[in-house]
């Protein structure tokens, strides 16, 4: 008789975990486990066929693991202070003929990665007649320019300078298309992978891959 009552009173917290969930830290569940609070993860978090999100990110929750205590919170992007990648447009004008020496953005390089990912080069006004002068002893053959990114003192500088001498004909309008890539939020970053062409003409190289997350 008395594994028959405790077989009854199974079913019966069964049936009302069913119906109407599993509350932690809550009297009102309004899901099958329905968790209000932090949850602290000290191993892995397995979630089996968890399906694919199709939504917008900006107006959705993703749980997170703080690597500080383990424990499993809520991540808001659409209130998030910054994003993992942002991206802008620089437009410097009135640069001096030689170029942009060291123009400083301000962005702390602790937090970020900077690349420069491609550039549009005008005259004063917009002129698209800009051109590149050189002393007559100057090989031709030499890379026109160099744009490039690099740390100083704290913050990302960019550099953007005729190679070899050379100068603009006039003072150049830039726009530097800029991304910015938090540290905190890369899994991977590569050192230089460095590739030998041997010489070659053909464009035929080998390089090792690089680590994936």
Do not use: C
Not at 88 to 97: E, L, R
Not at 123 to 133: A, E, R
Not at 165 to 172: G, I, L, T, Y
């Amino acid at each position: 008789m008395k594994n028959i009552y405790l077989y009854i009173l199974f079913v019966s917290l069964s049936s009302l975990f069913h119906a109407q969930g599993v509350g932690i830290g809550t009297s009102n569940p309004t899901q099958t486990l329905d968790v209000v609070g932090n949850m602290k993860l000290t191993e892995n978090l397995y979630l089996e066929n968890p399906g694919e999100f199709s939504g917008n990110a900006a107006n959705s929750y993703m749980i997170v693991r703080d690597n500080s205590d383990n424990i499993l919170k809520r991540y808001v992007p659409a209130t998030a202070q910054y994003g993992a990648i942002n991206s802008t447009v620089y437009f410097i004008k009135d640069i001096s003929p030689a170029g942009l020496q060291d123009f400083d953005t301000g962005i702390p390089s602790d937090k970020y990665y900077l690349i420069i990912g491609g550039f549009i080069i005008r005259g004063v006004n917009n002129n698209s007649n800009i051109k590149i002068t050189q002393p007559e002893d100057t090989a031709k053959n030499i890379p026109l320019y160099s744009a490039r990114s690099f740390i100083k003192n704290g913050t990302w500088h960019i550099k953007f300078v005729p190679n070899n001498n050379r100068v603009f004909d006039q003072n150049p309008e830039i726009r530097l298309s800029v991304s910015m890539y938090r540290r905190d939020m890369l899994t991977t970053v590569n050192n230089v992978i460095t590739v030998n062409m041997n010489s070659v003409s053909t464009g035929i190289g080998s390089a090792p891959a690089p680590v994936m997350p």
